[in-house]
């Protein structure tokens, strides 16, 4: 679906937005929640987003952005488990797939696509975005990120420059600054990811180019199967 993923627990997790096999004629803005057993559908999105980002659990989630019929959009919806209402509109971040961290209350979001490729970490209290004055080392969307949003790290990504090191990057966030911590094995984008600041897996990338896994320990990346 090229969506976002929402949900702290595997027993109360939604997907919503992205794409049908039509593409960017087949944008959606309807979701589903799995509750450990079955998937039912969720409350529709007001807009139709491709790539969107999104945080927080179920019952309080945050969708950021994504691709709409009128280009990328920095605008933010808020789900109460059962409708979406309309959040803030961020300054830089959002478009296509920035990476997310926190609750719908507290959140922040790195980089994305919005007419050119961003650095820029943005933070949100509930109603509006603010520059945290903190950027990433390089460019970059379709990034993965895990954690709270004083407390995180952004990962992986499709970079403006030097995708050997950039798209492979692990990049830690304290709320106040930012440092390079341990990469991934390969580089990717477009993957799929879960889990906390300090026990992270993965899986896939680079439009499936890249079919195994990798888990970060708080320290370091291992491949998976």
């Known amino acids: 679906r090229n969506s976002i993923g929402i949900g702290t627990s595997r027993i109360a997790s939604m997907t919503g937005g992205g794409t049908t096999t039509a593409g960017t004629s087949g944008r959606l803005a309807s979701t589903e929640e799995y509750n450990g057993n079955v998937i039912s559908a969720g409350g ?37 488990g059962s409708s979406w209402s309309s959040g803030g509109t961020a300054n830089v971040t959002g478009g296509e797939h920035s990476g997310m961290c926190g609750t719908q209350t507290d959140a922040v979001s790195a980089g994305g696509y919005v007419g050119a490729y961003q650095t820029q970490i943005e933070d949100y209290d509930g ?15 379709y990034l993965g990120a895990a954690g709270t949003s004083n407390d995180c790290i952004f990962f992986g990504g499709y970079p403006q420059s030097n995708n050997a ?14 440092s390079t911590v ?10 799929q990811s879960a889990g906390t600041k300090e026990d992270v897996i993965l899986t896939g990338g680079n439009r499936i ?16 199967p």
Do not use: C, H
């Open 209 to 224: 180019a890249n079919n195994d896994s990798e888990y970060w320990n708080g320290t370091s990346w291992a491949t998976g």
């Open 127 to 141: 109603t509006s975005w603010s520059d945290t004055g903190v950027d990433l080392a390089a460019s970059k969307a």
């Open 44 to 80: 529709n999105m007001a807009t139709a987003r491709q790539s969107p980002s999104g945080t927080g659990p179920l019952t309080a989630g945050l969708a950021l952005g994504g691709t709409t019929s009128g280009g990328e959009v920095k605008t933010s919806e808020e789900y109460d």
């Open 182 to 191: 341990n990469s991934m094995s390969n580089t990717r984008n477009v993957f």
């Open 165 to 178: 090191v950039n798209g492979k990057s692990t990049e830690e966030f304290d709320g106040t600054s930012i």
